[in-house]
């Protein structure tokens, strides 16, 4: 596997992609995760929050990752991370500090997705909520979203497709496929290839016999 800096130069080597295998016709679904800043005291409500770490692979439908990208993001309304972000992700103070602002980590991004994207290529998330923070960073940074792909909550497919009474958590989701969690949760580049190693069952290619259901959209 080839690990190389992203080529953008005024990332000064903050984005890291890591190509796993050769990106094929089958490489159709990106998965994208985010983290963000949050605090369990209320200091941090959600309008306020923003993203410090942005995880992405692209994936067959089989749930094989081909093409891996990730990149911290330097917070700036609320710059210093609390206790709880820090000991629910794992991400340092010092990771973000010197990180890229959101603008340029989501160039990289973009320019990571554009890498592998094909007709009928689209990006999930588990729930409609990276979506949603990427548009509302992009409010606030007074930039367009060049994410062109059209967008999939594979939370909610994961549901219908299972056939589950509510949809559930990505660690449900993992547990009740029986494929585990690997890496550490609640780290952005983690959660997207486990979200990826899903996605026969997002897609409904395999099926769980279990009724279980959760909380959350």
């Known amino acids: 596997m080839l690990l190389f800096q992203h080529n953008l130069t005024e990332l000064n080597g903050w984005a890291n992609t890591e190509r796993c295998r050769s990106v094929t016709v089958d490489a159709q679904t990106l998965v994208i995760d985010l983290e963000a800043t949050c605090a369990d005291d209320g200091s941090v409500p959600p309008e306020a929050m923003e993203i410090i770490e942005i995880g992405a692979v692209w994936a067959t439908s089989e749930g094989s ?3 891996r990208f990730q990149v911290f993001v330097r917070p700036l309304v609320q ?13 340092r103070q010092a990771d973000v500090s010197v990180a890229a602002t959101f603008p340029l980590a989501l160039r990289a991004l973009s320019e990571f997705a554009d ?3 094909q007709p009928g290529a689209v990006w999930m998330s588990w729930g409609a909520y990276d979506l949603k923070q990427i548009e509302r960073e992009c409010v606030r940074h007074r930039i367009g979203n060049p ?6 909550n594979a939370k909610q497919l994961f549901a219908k497709r299972q056939l589950l009474g509510k949809p ?3 660690a449900g989701a993992c547990k009740l496929t029986n494929i585990g969690i690997e890496g550490n949760y609640h780290r952005a580049l983690d959660d997207a290839a486990n979200t990826a190693r899903l996605l026969p069952w997002i897609l409904g290619t395999r099926r769980v016999d279990v009724t279980l259901t959760g909380d959350g959209d």
Do not use: E, K
């Not at 994410?147 to 999939?152: K, V, W, Y």
């Open 168 to 170: 559930i958590d990505l």
């Open 115 to 117: 890498r592998g994207a």
């Open 65 to 67: 990752v081909l093409d």
């Open 79 to 91: 710059p210093t991370l609390t206790a709880f972000c820090i000991s629910l992700t794992g991400i």
């Open 147 to 152: 994410l062109r792909l059209p967008h999939q």
